[in-house]
């Protein structure tokens, strides 16, 4: 399979993932709007707003994901990927093949 390839399973995958955790966010937040309930003072579980912000948290790690995909497929198109954007060194293809939106070699990154 070439990078372009994981890439694009990459992007659809964080798409798909970045849709659930959307609607999911969306669903809390038409829950807590319909109901009174006291959920700040409830000792049995999360409150609505912690369920909230952690959604919230993973939608935003989900973009960034998104970002960093896209960043990976203009370098491929723009013949600059898999080198390291910190020193221009290459990155080791196993690297890439365990993290293919790396920027930098394991030099760089350490």
């Given amino acids: 399979m070439t ?3 994981s890439l694009a399973r990459a992007r659809t995958e964080t798409i798909a993932q970045i849709a659930a955790l959307t609607r999911q966010f969306d669903e809390i937040v038409a829950a807590s709007q319909q109901s009174n309930a ?3 003072h409830d000792p049995e579980g999360a409150t609505i707003a912690f369920e909230r912000q952690q959604v919230a948290a993973l939608l935003e790690q989900a973009r960034r994901r998104l970002a960093d995909v896209d960043a990976a497929v203009a370098a491929v198109e723009g013949g600059t990927y898999g080198r390291c ?3 221009g060194a290459p ?3 196993e690297r890439l093949a365990a993290r293919p939106t790396a920027r930098t070699c ?4 350490s």
């Fill in 106 to 109: 394991i030099a760089c990154a």
């Fill in 91 to 93: 990155i080791a293809p």
């Fill in 38 to 40: 006291d959920d700040e």
């Fill in 85 to 87: 954007e910190t020193c």
């Fill in 3 to 5: 990078s372009l390839d």
